[in-house]
C-alpha cells in the first residue's frame, strides 16, 4: 500500500469532500490506484444504513431523495447521495439533472451528491456506485441514498446494495399496478405512492394493496405503502418513521446476514467474470477468435473450446452443465 493512498483514505475516512470527490471519480473512471483505495477503506465499513430508490422515469425519484436528505439532516444525521443519471449520448457521463433537483443542498456540508453515469452497467446502477457508497459510508455518512437510473434497465440489482428499497410509483399513468415489473414487487420494501394528490391516487393504492397481499412476507415484514406529495414535503416524516420501523423490525433477522452474503457472492462471480472476460479480450483475442472460428464450423463444441481457453488463461476448473 503505498504512501499517497494511506494518506488519501485518511482523508476520506475524516470526511475530508474533495478527497472524497477525487475518489469517486477515480471509481467512476477506472482510474488508478481505485481499487487499491476500496480496499484500503473497506475495513472501515459496515455502519451505513443504505436506502436504495427505484421506480420508472418521471415518478419523482430525486426529488425525493432530496427531501429524504433534509429530513435526515434535520434529525443530526449526514448523507451521502449517489444519483446515476443517463449516460450522456456525447460524453458518456452523467447528465446533472439530479444535481440541479437537489441544488438545496449544495451548501451543507453534511450532504455530499455525487450523480454517476450508467454507461450500460447491468441492474440500473453504475457499475461502480456500490464501491462510491462504500467510500461514503467509510467517510462517516450515517446514510447512503443510492437512485437508480429508472429507464428500462433491470433495477432488481438495487436490491443487493440497499438495505431498504424504496419503490416509488405514481398514479394517473394507465393500469399502474398492471405495468410494474413482477420484480419490483418482489424487492420493495416499502412503496412511495408519490403524486398522491392526484385524483386516482386512491384507486392506484387500493389496486397495489390487493396485489401486495399475494406477496409473501420477507424476514417478517410486509411490504407498506407510504403517501408522498415530494414536491411539497408531504409524506416525507412518515416514510422516515416507516424507514425507521423497516430497520427496528430486521434489525435481528438472520435474513438480513443472508442477504449481505448474497450480495457479496454475487458480487465476487461479477468481478471474476469481467476480469476473466477482460483478460479474454485483451491477451487472448486471437485465440478467441480461432475458438469461435471451430465452434463456427462445427469442428469443436462450445464446451470443449470454453474448458480449453479457461485452461489456457490458468483456470482449470471445468465448466458444470
Excluded at 487499491?36 to 418521471?58: D, K, M, N, Q
Aim: glycine share 10%.
Amino acid at each position: 500500500m503505498s504512501a499517497s493512498t494511506e494518506n488519501w483514505a485518511s482523508q476520506i475516512r475524516a470526511g475530508n469532500v474533495r478527497a472524497i470527490s477525487r475518489a469517486v471519480t477515480a471509481i467512476e473512471n477506472g482510474g488508478p490506484g481505485a481499487q487499491e483505495l476500496v480496499r484500503e477503506i473497506f475495513p472501515s465499513t459496515g455502519r451505513a444504513w443504505r436506502i436504495g430508490i427505484t421506480g420508472a422515469a418521471g415518478t419523482g425519484k430525486s426529488t425525493l431523495a432530496s427531501c429524504l436528505a433534509g429530513r435526515y439532516r434535520a434529525q443530526g444525521k449526514t448523507v451521502g447521495v449517489i444519483a446515476v443519471d443517463p449516460s450522456s449520448p456525447f460524453t458518456g457521463g452523467a447528465i446533472l439533472g439530479d444535481r440541479i433537483r437537489m441544488q438545496s443542498h449544495a451548501t451543507d456540508d453534511g450532504v455530499f451528491i455525487r450523480s454517476m453515469a450508467t454507461r450500460g452497467a447491468w441492474g440500473g446502477l453504475a457499475q461502480a456506485a456500490a464501491d462510491a457508497a462504500l467510500l461514503l459510508d467509510a467517510a462517516g455518512k450515517d446514510i447512503v441514498i443510492l437512485e437508480t437510473v429508472g429507464v428500462g434497465q433491470d433495477e432488481i440489482e438495487v436490491v443487493r446494495v440497499a438495505d431498504c428499497t424504496l419503490v416509488v410509483v405514481t398514479p394517473g399513468a394507465g393500469d399502474e399496478v398492471q405495468s410494474l415489473k413482477a420484480g419490483l414487487m418482489e424487492i420493495a420494501d416499502i412503496f412511495v405512492l408519490n403524486k398522491s394528490d392526484h385524483e386516482e391516487a386512491s384507486r392506484f393504492e387500493e389496486q397495489l394493496l390487493s396485489v401486495l397481499h399475494l406477496v409473501p412476507p420477507r424476514e417478517g415484514w410486509n411490504p407498506k405503502i407510504v403517501r408522498t406529495v415530494a414536491t411539497e414535503g408531504g409524506g416525507i416524516a412518515e416514510l422516515t418513521n416507516e424507514i425507521q420501523g423497516f430497520r427496528e423490525a430486521t434489525a435481528g433477522a438472520a435474513s438480513r446476514q443472508a442477504r449481505d452474503l448474497d450480495y457479496w457472492k454475487n458480487w465476487l462471480v461479477r468481478f471474476v467474470q469481467q476480469r476473466v472476460a477482460d483478460r479474454l479480450s485483451a491477451d487472448e483475442s486471437q485465440r478467441l477468435a480461432d475458438a469461435a472460428s471451430l465452434i463456427s464450423s462445427r469442428k469443436k463444441d462450445p464446451y470443449a473450446a470454453a474448458d480449453e481457453m479457461l485452461a489456457a488463461i490458468g483456470m482449470a476448473q471445468r465448466i458444470k452443465s
